[in-house]
């Protein structure tokens, strides 16, 4: 992986949720400067995107199985796992954040909801549909279990790893995956641990993980430091671009006065 590069600051939105402070906490420990701002339906701040060069859905409630064309499953789930005011915003979230073209990593809930904004589908119970159980807390504890990474994916390349093992604390997980994803890791099958674009290099960056690379007790894996920097190296190399680019344009510009 490179190393991070010097900057003056990188500015990252997080979308607002219970265990906010985990994810601010993560990318603040790093040592490029990062600020970070909070996106919350309670701020009502969606224009804040615009001053955003990242962009992370965080973990959270369940994704309203509404959102995924299954109204049928609203008398199974928990209603207080739901919160449709932050669907709402988050869904425009996304929507602005491809429209500008800034790179998404999506984590836990995160990723579920970009499947699910893509078409894709949810299962909205795993121990139930499935019989598979280690995937949800125990106690108020996360648990423990190993992944299989997709060969030459995007999460491969990041981790140099083909297996590994993560934290996990979901009981809902990918079903059918939204249109141009690809699962780039699994647990048990069926159960998908993280998503890419099928074409993730021609594309700009989005990751999605299953587990909590914010609050794994290892934060030198590779399952967290590497996806962390992955990012942000991203980030900076897109300013990067984009900074030369402008530079080029108004050079023309002078050129031609």
Same mark, same amino acid.
């Given at each position: 992986?490179?190393?991070?590069?010097?900057?003056?600051?990188?500015?990252?939105?997080?979308?607002?949720?219970?265990?906010?402070?985990?994810?601010?906490?993560?990318?603040?420990?790093?040592?490029?400067?990062?600020?970070?701002?909070?996106?919350?339906? #309670?701020?009502?701040?969606?224009? *804040?995107?615009?001053?955003?060069?990242?962009?992370?859905?965080?973990?959270?409630?369940?994704?309203?199985?509404?959102?995924?064309?299954?109204?049928?499953?609203?008398?199974?789930?928990?209603?207080?796992?739901? *919160?449709?005011?932050?669907?709402?915003?988050?869904?425009?979230?996304?929507?602005?954040?491809?429209?500008?073209?800034?790179?998404?990593?999506?984590?836990?809930?995160?990723?579920?909801?970009?499947?699910?904004?893509?078409?894709?589908?949810?299962?909205?119970?795993?121990?139930?549909?499935?019989?598979?159980?280690? #995937?949800?807390?125990?106690?108020?504890?996360?648990?423990?279990?190993?992944?299989?990474?997709?060969?030459?994916?995007?999460?491969?390349?990041?981790?140099?790893?083909?297996?590994?093992?993560?934290?996990?604390?979901? #009981?809902?997980?990918?079903?059918?995956?939204?249109?141009?994803?690809?699962?780039?890791?699994?647990?048990?099958?069926?159960?998908?641990?993280?998503?890419?674009?099928?074409?993730?290099?021609?594309?700009?960056? =989005?990751?999605?993980?299953?587990?909590?690379?914010?609050?794994?007790?290892?934060?030198?894996?590779?399952?967290?430091?590497?996806?962390?920097?992955? =990012?942000?190296?991203?980030?900076?190399?897109?300013?990067?671009?984009?900074?030369?680019?402008?530079?080029?344009?108004?050079?023309?510009?002078?050129?031609?006065?």
């Amino acid at each position: 992986m490179k190393t991070l590069k010097q900057m003056n600051s990188i500015i990252i939105g997080i979308t607002d949720c219970a265990r906010y402070a985990n994810y601010e906490r993560w990318f603040l420990d790093v040592p490029t400067k990062v600020d970070i701002i909070r996106l919350s339906y #309670h701020l009502n701040n969606i224009d *804040d995107i615009d001053k955003c060069q990242g962009i992370v859905l965080s973990g959270g409630e369940d994704v309203d199985p509404r959102r995924y064309k299954r109204p049928d499953l609203l008398g199974q789930v928990e209603l207080t796992d739901i *919160d449709e005011k932050r669907d709402e915003f988050e869904w425009e979230v996304i929507e602005r954040t491809l429209k500008l073209q800034l790179p998404i990593l999506g984590i836990c809930r995160g990723m579920q909801l970009f499947n699910v904004y893509h078409g894709g589908t949810l299962i909205f119970d795993i121990p139930k549909i499935t019989k598979i159980d280690g #995937h949800a807390k125990i106690q108020g504890m996360d648990q423990r279990h190993e992944i299989h990474v997709a060969e030459k994916s995007l999460l491969n390349e990041i981790t140099g790893c083909v297996k590994g093992a993560v934290n996990s604390s979901h #009981h809902q997980c990918v079903d059918i995956l939204g249109k141009n994803l690809f699962a780039a890791a699994r647990a048990e099958d069926p159960i998908v641990e993280a998503v890419q674009w099928q074409n993730a290099y021609e594309c700009p960056f =989005f990751l999605g993980v299953q587990w909590h690379p914010e609050r794994m007790v290892d934060q030198d894996s590779p399952f967290s430091y590497n996806i962390r920097q992955a =990012f942000l190296d991203y980030i900076i190399e897109r300013e990067k671009s984009l900074t030369e680019m402008h530079a080029t344009e108004e050079d023309a510009i002078s050129n031609h006065q």
